[in-house]
């Protein structure tokens, strides 16, 4: 299994490539660029094929990944101390409070952290601004799988046909609601484009574990999961879809886009279900990743 982990983390750094190159991208990752992103990147697989099982338990330990940021900057010229130590004082506040229990104040962190932005800059690289979410992410998965573990999450990335037999559901089950609402507020737009197979694979690739597994990381396994113990699985599935909603509130707008946050706050909805299902992060980010590719190639 490791083996075929290794190969397959492998083959998502390829697809990642070819979308670099399909999105004009490529020429701004160099060898150091390449380093840093595969270093987020590794435990970020990792962990979905058991790498929490063989980590020691230190809230110190996620600092580590705050060295891909020093590695992608240093030699751009573009280094900041502000962002470096803000980073790594995000990573070791989840490693701490943690290591204390203080589960829902984490959360908090992490949603603001990433929601706000305020480590964007650190990034200035078309396409890599993600990276601060990767490493918060990583940082996450330390503290819920390894030093406080929840129980519950999901977090799997060995793929079974229910995964996509769940996921694909609820994408149909969200399809013919999410068009007539988005049309009705004036949100979506169609657009008469054939893109090539290949683009719109690697784009549903991208997708998939750049947007999707995180934000389902978070929202549902994370979220829902403990959300539902305290208010029930009904109360925590509509909660966490409206706090799914409003995380898209600057999204597309300078101010408040109601707009995204209806559209979000419904799509949600179904992500949560598609979650709940069999409770696996692969089956709601497989809706969640197709809605939104389909939305960005025909309907933005």
Same mark, same amino acid.
Not at 53 to 59: D, G, N, R, T, V
Not at 86 to 103: D, R, T
Not at 204 to 220: D, S
């Given at each position: 299994?490791? #083996?075929?982990?290794?190969? /397959?983390? $492998?083959?998502?750094?390829?697809?990642?490539?070819?979308?670099? =190159?399909?999105?004009?991208?490529?020429?701004?990752?160099?060898?150091?660029?390449?380093?840093?992103?595969?270093?987020?990147?590794?435990?970020?697989?990792?962990?979905?094929?058991? $790498?929490?099982? &063989? $980590?020691?338990?230190?809230?110190?330990?996620?600092?580590?990944?705050?060295? #891909?940021?020093?590695?992608?900057? *240093?030699?751009?010229?573009?280094?900041?101390?502000?962002?470096?130590?803000?980073?790594?004082?995000?990573?070791?506040?989840?490693?701490?409070?943690? /290591?204390?229990?203080?589960?829902?104040?984490?959360?908090?962190?992490?949603?603001?952290?990433? %929601?706000?932005?305020?480590?964007? #800059?650190?990034?200035?690289?078309?396409?890599?601004?993600?990276?601060?979410?990767?490493?918060?992410?990583? &940082?996450?998965?330390?503290?819920? *799988? +390894? *030093?406080?573990?929840?129980?519950?999450?999901?977090? %799997?990335?060995?793929? =079974?046909?229910?995964?996509?037999?769940?996921?694909?559901?609820?994408?149909?089950?969200?399809?013919?609601?999410?068009?007539?609402?988005?049309?009705?507020?004036?949100?979506?737009? #169609?657009? !008469?484009?054939?893109?090539?197979? &290949?683009?719109?694979?690697?784009?549903?690739?991208?997708?998939?574990?750049?947007?999707?597994?995180?934000?389902?990381?978070?929202?549902?396994?994370?979220?829902?999961?403990?959300?539902?113990?305290?208010?029930?699985?009904?109360?925590?599935?509509?909660?966490?879809?409206?706090?799914?909603?409003?995380?898209?509130?600057? !999204?597309?707008?300078?101010?408040?886009?109601? =707009?995204?946050?209806?559209?979000?706050?419904?799509?949600?909805?179904?992500?949560?279900? /598609?979650?709940?299902?069999?409770? =696996?992060?692969?089956?709601?980010?497989?809706?969640?990743?197709?809605?939104?590719? +389909?939305?960005?190639?025909?309907?933005?």
């Amino acid at each position: 299994m490791r #083996a075929a982990a290794a190969l /397959a983390f $492998l083959g998502l750094l390829a697809a990642l490539w070819l979308a670099a =190159r399909t999105f004009g991208v490529a020429p701004q990752l160099t060898p150091t660029t390449i380093a840093a992103v595969a270093l987020l990147l590794a435990p970020f697989w990792a962990f979905g094929f058991g $790498l929490a099982e &063989a $980590l020691p338990k230190s809230p110190w330990l996620p600092l580590a990944l705050v060295v #891909a940021y020093p590695l992608f900057s *240093l030699p751009r010229g573009i280094f900041r101390w502000d962002m470096c130590l803000g980073m790594a004082a995000v990573v070791l506040a989840v490693g701490l409070l943690l /290591a204390g229990g203080h589960q829902w104040i984490v959360l908090a962190i992490l949603g603001v952290s990433v %929601d706000l932005r305020f480590f964007d #800059a650190a990034w200035p690289v078309p396409g890599l601004n993600s990276m601060t979410k990767l490493m918060f992410v990583d &940082a996450g998965l330390y503290g819920f *799988l +390894v *030093l406080h573990p929840i129980g519950g999450i999901g977090y %799997d990335f060995r793929p =079974r046909l229910r995964d996509f037999g769940i996921g694909l559901r609820e994408f149909l089950f969200f399809t013919p609601l999410g068009i007539a609402l988005g049309f009705a507020l004036a949100f979506l737009h #169609a657009h !008469k484009t054939v893109p090539a197979p &290949a683009t719109a694979a690697v784009g549903w690739i991208f997708t998939l574990f750049f947007i999707a597994v995180p934000e389902e990381l978070f929202f549902r396994g994370m979220l829902l999961n403990l959300l539902e113990r305290k208010i029930g699985v009904r109360n925590a599935l509509i909660a966490t879809s409206l706090l799914f909603g409003l995380a898209h509130f600057n !999204k597309r707008a300078a101010y408040f886009n109601w =707009r995204y946050v209806i559209l979000a706050a419904t799509a949600g909805f179904f992500y949560g279900r /598609a979650w709940l299902d069999r409770r =696996r992060i692969l089956t709601s980010s497989i809706t969640h990743a197709t809605v939104d590719t +389909v939305w960005s190639i025909w309907l933005r």
